[in-house]
């Protein structure tokens, strides 16, 4: 099973992202997706979660401006970011809980890097 993350980028204040996660392999389904960041120098954080069932949940320097969403049929989270702010640099991680014939394993896709600066 692998999960890739991509669709960073350069962005200038004020603009819009949107990352995806696309997990690939033997999986019978997805569990919760999760968005994580890691700024330089900070330690990485959680960002977004969104549950099998649709259930999201945001760190609070983020409410408003994310949306974290998932295409259940395309084994894909996605995570639309608008109104960046330059503090949103930071390489993003996306994190799922998959589950596999016999058991529930948690897997971290590779990191997508975002920097906002005009």
């Known amino acids: 099973v692998q999960l890739q993350a991509f669709g960073g980028g350069l962005v200038q204040p004020g603009g819009s992202l949107r990352l995806s996660c696309v997990a690939s392999?033997?999986?019978?389904?997805?569990?919760?997706i999760n968005w994580y960041r890691q700024a330089p120098g900070k330690q990485r954080e959680l960002v977004a979660t969104?549950?099998?069932?649709?259930?999201?949940n945001y760190a609070d320097s983020v409410k408003g401006r994310f949306t974290i969403s998932r295409d259940n049929a395309k084994n894909t989270g996605y995570l639309q970011m608008n109104s960046l702010k330059p503090e949103d640099t930071a390489v993003y991680y996306c994190?799922?809980?998959?589950?596999?014939?016999?058991?529930?394993?948690?897997?971290w896709g590779q990191g997508t890097e975002v920097t906002v600066s005009s």
């Open positions: 994190n799922a809980d998959v589950r596999l014939l016999w058991e529930v394993r948690n897997y």
């Open positions: 969104i549950t099998s069932v649709g259930s999201t």
């Open positions: 392999g033997s999986i019978v389904s997805i569990n919760a």
